[in-house]
């Protein structure tokens, strides 16, 4: 029997997305798990998968199209299988116009020119005078913005002729190149050694990514009274067994300090639900499940990708998977299952040298833990002064939910697991 694919949400405060790219076309097989469409959210480029194996029947919506949540947006059954009662297919260009006539019904239509409207977020792409918006991934307008680069003058490569990052790159490059080249005749002497300065105010417009983590720490500070306990970690035993695990392993899967924290967390919210929860109306939820959520840096924001249940899961394993998702993260490909079902938040700058600092909550979740870096410092112990493996951390927490002895304590048990890396194994 045909199976509708409907729009996925992907967050608590996703609305809509924008149907990019068809993975598959109709007619072709697809089996459970495959990737169908690719959809671009509020924060990233998001396959989507078909939880059904059959043929693709229909496509209901065309590419470029933005759809709310749970809207239909394809049918997959048996080959010859009849369809009925689905919905048209919708195009951005009938939405436009249909717009159009709703917001002016008694002025006179616009010239054919202009008959695809362009966001915010793709008026960089845009040509003056050209009717049309470039095809183009996230990535590729980001480091095309950030470099100036005019996307319509460049040949895509992607499907469909989309414009991909490698393009972008390459037309850099050949821009580099013709800069290097020495004119035929010997220039002019400079006389004039001051770089220039421009005094124009540059307007840069917000991406979607940036917005969504504007509204959601707005609404995160505004209505979650937070409170903040910082301790002092000795990392001393942590960096050696680090040292000796990372000597017997390749490259690509040697263990970061924030690979250990996140296990550590883990097991310490095991013992302290409360901090592993919600506030839902007058009643606090506990969850079952230890997710933890990692802060991943990506272009034009961040985005928190999510270890499922962490504390039952070994340290190479956490690596594993948290160096698999942020590539995904980075590169606009992450999958819905990386980004969803976070219960407990941790936020690590400690690779850019910072000693302490206060993390925002990330609802609805209760806490999040904010890191700094593990560094070598002058410490005391029984009065003699030696060199040793600090590390502060900070935790935020709902003091609708919890208050300052629980959190204090939760920070205690930490240590117990950073300061004896070994129980992490037992």
Avoid: C
């Avoid at 095309?144 to 040949?155: G, P, R």
């Avoid at 961040?302 to 993260?329: C, F, N, Y």
């Amino acid at each position: 029997m045909a199976e509708t694919i409907n729009m996925p949400k992907l967050g608590f405060d996703m609305a809509e997305g924008t149907l990019v790219r068809w993975v598959k076309q109709v007619g072709e097989e697809i089996k459970k798990g495959d990737v169908l469409a690719e959809i671009e959210t509020d924060k990233a480029t998001v396959e989507v998968e078909s939880p059904a194996s059959g043929v693709v029947l229909q496509h209901i919506v065309e590419q470029g199209t933005v759809v709310p949540v749970n809207a239909p947006i394809a049918v997959v059954g048996q080959a010859g299988e009849k369809i009925s009662d689905q919905s048209p297919v919708i195009s951005n260009q009938s939405k436009v116009e249909s717009r159009k006539s709703d917001v002016a019904p008694q002025t006179q239509p616009m010239p054919v020119s202009t008959t695809q409207a362009v966001s915010p977020a793709d008026s960089s792409s845009a040509v003056h005078g050209q009717s049309s918006v470039v095809k183009a991934s996230p990535l590729a307008k980001k480091i095309a913005k950030d470099n100036n680069v005019n996307l319509a003058s460049i040949q895509g490569t992607g499907p469909g002729g989309r414009v991909v990052r490698k393009d972008v790159e390459a037309a850099l490059a050949g821009a580099a190149q013709t800069s290097d080249v020495r004119p035929a005749t010997p220039l002019a002497p400079i006389t004039n050694y001051q770089l220039p300065i421009t005094t124009e105010d540059k307007v840069v417009p917000t991406t979607k990514l940036r917005q969504a983590i504007g509204r959601r720490l707005v609404e995160s500070k505004t209505t979650i009274p937070h409170f903040y306990v910082t301790h002092e970690y000795k990392m001393d035993a942590l960096m050696e067994m680090r040292k000796q695990a990372n000597a017997f392993l390749p490259d690509n899967e040697k263990l970061s300090v924030n690979d250990f924290i996140v296990k550590a967390v883990a097991l310490a919210l095991r013992q302290f639900p409360n901090l592993n929860a919600t506030l839902k109306g007058n009643e606090i939820i506990q969850f079952g499940h230890v997710n933890v959520g990692v802060a991943v840096t990506v272009p034009g924001g961040l985005m928190t990708v999510v270890v499922k249940d962490a504390d039952a899961k070994p340290l190479r394993q956490i690596s594993g998977e948290i160096k698999a998702m942020a590539a995904r993260a980075r590169e606009g490909k992450v999958k819905p299952e990386d980004v969803e079902g976070s219960t407990f938040s941790t936020s690590n700058l400690g690779m850019y040298d910072v000693d302490e600092f206060i993390a925002i909550i990330n609802p609805p979740e209760a806490a999040i833990l904010a890191i700094g870096s593990a560094k070598e410092v002058p410490v005391v112990e029984s009065g003699q002064i030696k060199i040793g493996w600090r590390m502060k951390a900070t935790i935020s927490v709902d003091h609708r939910v919890s208050d300052g002895a629980e959190a204090a304590q939760f920070m205690q048990k930490l240590a117990e697991f950073l300061e004896n890396p070994v129980r992490m194994l037992v």
